[in-house]
């Protein structure tokens, strides 16, 4: 294993000059550190982070902050965790997961005032969330994935979810759906400003009536239970859908499940997208699900390395970006059923398969 005496004698500098350039305790030409680096390199140089941290005073460690329940994390979430993770690693720095919710103010100001991270990525931010405001006081650079209300000098990176949501919605107005109710996280997530939640539903509903459809929108609990319970709020207030639109990973199932028990076919009676959903999921489900892929792995990437250069180049660059999903279109959508004629009437309803066996 290749040591900073190695290093030296190949750059043909002093120990010391390593060290510097390690550390950035002093200025070094940039030839110099060119060398440097060109014979870390070559030796395969991997400097011990304890130390740097010691002569830096700092730890070379970052915290990604997230709420989490007894679920853990989804293919999905775990997306943006690697996607950190790994730009944490390839700059020298360790990423640490800690699961701070809007609700553990005290334990974040703990955690900040212990000096252990040199800077935190925030996610799952809610609109008005706290704890922005209780790393700013302790010092703490942040970087978002999400976004607050106001995101007046705040870095961030974040799904656009009105593009993503406006994309899902043309895809099931150009294969003649007009009758299409959007399930979204639950009504708790939504009242306590959940940004992906509020953000989609306000996208929902534009997009919608920017095609003089009318928007129907449930709440559903993020469970397969609350799956069931959507899709069956969702016939009662509006039986002649044609398509469900779905941002709620863990409901999706269930939608799906009730369907198939109400005897009505995926895509032949009813299309279904699943919203903000990773290639792993969408593949699980039978047809797999046509879906608005999330950019996690890219946007946990992108925010920390936000984060590493407001720490390494000391500045206040306030990064804010926006990448949508990428529509990737599998077996479960299909075009509209074909109107008929009702009994006894001009209207026209949707012609449905019947249940399993008529």
């Known amino acids: 294993m290749a040591t900073m005496h190695d290093v030296a004698r190949l750059a043909r500098v002093s120990v010391s000059t390593v060290s510097y350039v390690l550390t950035g305790t002093r200025p070094i030409s940039?030839?110099?550190?060119?060398?440097?680096?060109?014979?870390?390199?070559?030796?395969?140089?991997?400097?011990?982070?304890?130390?740097?941290?010691?002569?830096s005073r700092r730890s070379r460690i970052v915290g990604l902050l997230m709420p989490m329940d007894e679920r853990g994390l989804g293919a999905t979430e775990t997306a943006f965790v690697t996607g950190a993770a790994a730009a944490a690693s390839a700059a020298g720095y360790h990423l640490v997961l800690s699961p701070v919710g809007v609700g553990d103010l005290d334990d974040l100001r703990r955690l900040a005032s212990q000096r252990m991270l040199?800077?935190?990525?925030?996610?799952?931010?809610?609109?008005?969330?706290?704890?922005?405001?209780?790393?700013?006081?302790?010092?703490?650079?942040?970087?978002?994935?999400?976004?607050?209300?106001?995101?007046?000098?705040l870095a961030y990176v974040d799904i656009d979810f009105e593009q993503t949501v406006r994309q899902a919605v043309e895809h099931l107005v150009g294969l003649g759906h007009?009758?299409?109710?959007?399930?979204?996280?639950?009504?708790?997530?939504?009242?306590?400003?959940?940004?992906p939640a509020v953000r989609t539903r306000d996208a929902f509903v534009a997009a919608m009536s920017g095609h003089g459809l009318e928007p129907v929108m449930i709440p559903a609990e993020d469970s397969a239970a609350g799956g069931r319970a959507?899709?069956?709020?969702?016939?009662?207030?509006?039986?002649?859908?044609?398509?469900v639109l779905a941002m709620n990973e863990n409901a999706i199932f269930g939608i799906l499940g009730e369907l198939a028990v109400r005897g009505l076919a995926v895509p032949h009676d009813v299309s279904v997208v699943s919203m903000v959903t990773s290639p792993q999921v969408a593949?699980?489900?039978?047809?797999?699900?046509?879906?608005?892929?999330?950019?996690?792995?890219?946007?946990?990437?992108?925010?920390?390395?936000?984060?590493?250069r407001r720490l390494e180049d000391g500045g206040d660059d306030d990064h804010q970006r926006l990448l949508p999903c990428a529509l990737e279109i599998r077996g479960s959508t299909g075009p509209a059923p074909r109107p008929t004629a009702a009994a006894g009437g001009g209207d026209t309803v949707p012609t449905r398969s019947g249940p399993p066996g008529t």
């Open 30 to 55: 940039q030839a110099t550190r060119d060398k440097v680096l060109a014979a870390m390199a070559e030796l395969d140089y991997q400097p011990n982070a304890m130390a740097r941290g010691l002569a």
């Open 118 to 153: 040199d800077g935190a990525v925030l996610m799952e931010v809610q609109v008005e969330d706290g704890r922005v405001a209780a790393l700013q006081e302790a010092g703490v650079p942040l970087v978002l994935i999400g976004r607050t209300g106001d995101t007046t000098g």
């Open 178 to 195: 007009r009758r299409i109710v959007y399930v979204n996280h639950s009504a708790a997530t939504i009242a306590a400003g959940y940004g």
């Open 230 to 243: 959507a899709l069956t709020a969702a016939l009662d207030q509006a039986p002649d859908l044609t398509a």
């Open 283 to 308: 593949e699980l489900a039978t047809p797999a699900l046509t879906a608005m892929t999330s950019p996690g792995s890219a946007l946990g990437r992108m925010a920390v390395e936000a984060l590493l």
